[in-house]
């Protein structure tokens, strides 16, 4: 797995920082070229000339990290406007923002309208970075969809270790009332599901057991969002990798998806991936090359700035 186009959206704040640095630790280790954006949806007083110093701010991450940074000018005020300048990219970054008060309780938060936007996979930044992540907590339920989930977050640090973790909801989880049968139903699934999801383990990990550290599983009345929580700070991870499930606008914005769950709680940065996505499609390959012959012909003004 390779990234190519790298976006990071910033308004400034030190933890908007984080993000870019991150952005560009991640764009240092692909070689993608890493583009800036500047974006808020809150009135903002102390910045005058944005442009300028996202201008700066891309000289600064192409000598640090010798790679290849570009600040985009076109102005982006809406999600909108964010959504389709990540429609060309392989990653967006963005920090944990802040939440709106009322407007926030039907659209979401902004990390939260991206999540439900974006095609491309979303890296929600809370932590300073290191140079790399030491250590990534892969939420998996273990089926044919979590390799290409285990095979991206494999690609996307190849220094850190991996651990796979599935959390799984028992049958007296969903059932209001506890009966002899219940239980004997209950006891047959889960002897079942560990027959399965031992062979399926093997299966799943036969490509990375160099760098697998563990694979561990639960099941119980737990809710899979709280359980992955717990599971993260117990083995100290600093990045959880789990996919985005479909489901309805409806659904999402109501009770909130796994993933938003664990981007609103987690102490760790998140990488949310699209579920079905890939890489290497050729509709991300195509929208890339689009999007440089964009520049090239000036549709989407850039200042670039390249490492000397």
């Not at 930044?125 to 969809?145: C, G, R």
């Not at 990375?208 to 083995?235: E, I």
């Not at 479909?246 to 769950?261: E, F, I, M, N």
Request: contains cysteine; glycine residues 4%.
């Amino acid at each position: 797995m390779h990234l190519y186009s790298i976006l990071a959206i910033t308004d400034f704040s030190t933890q908007a920082e984080h993000a870019l640095d991150r952005a560009a630790c991640v764009a240092a280790a692909h070689q993608a070229t890493l583009r800036l954006v500047y974006f808020t949806e809150f009135a903002t007083h102390g910045f005058l000339n944005p442009g300028g110093r996202l201008a700066q701010r891309a000289r600064q991450l192409a000598r640090r990290h010798a790679i290849t940074v570009e600040a985009v000018t076109r102005p982006c005020n809406s999600i909108s406007d964010i959504a389709k300048e990540a429609s060309s990219a392989d990653l967006l970054v963005v920090d944990e923002r802040p939440q709106r008060p009322f407007t926030s309780l039907w659209r979401g938060t902004e990390v939260a309208q991206l999540l439900r936007r974006c095609h491309c996979p979303v890296l929600v930044v809370k932590q300073a970075p290191s140079k790399h992540y030491n250590s990534l907590l892969v939420a998996t339920d273990f089926t044919a969809d979590s390799l290409a989930l285990v095979r991206y977050g494999s690609g996307f640090d190849r220094h850190s270790e991996l651990e796979l973790f599935h959390a799984r909801r028992t049958l007296s989880n969903a059932l209001p009332s506890f009966t002899k049968a219940t239980v004997e139903k209950e006891t047959a699934f889960t002897q079942e599901a560990q027959r399965i999801l031992q062979g399926r383990q093997f299966a799943l990990t036969d490509s990375f057991d160099t760098r697998l550290s563990r694979v561990d599983w639960v099941h119980g009345d737990f809710d899979p969002a709280r359980q992955t929580l717990v599971r993260q700070k117990t083995s100290g991870a600093d990045l959880i990798v789990v996919g985005k499930e479909k489901c309805s606008t409806l659904v999402d914005r109501v009770l909130g998806s796994v993933a938003q769950r664990l981007v609103k709680s987690a102490d760790s940065d998140v990488l949310v991936v699209p579920h079905g996505y890939s890489a290497c499609s050729r509709a991300a390959g195509k929208a890339r090359m689009q999007t440089d012959l964009n520049y090239r012909h000036g549709k989407l003004p850039v200042v670039r700035q390249r490492a000397v």
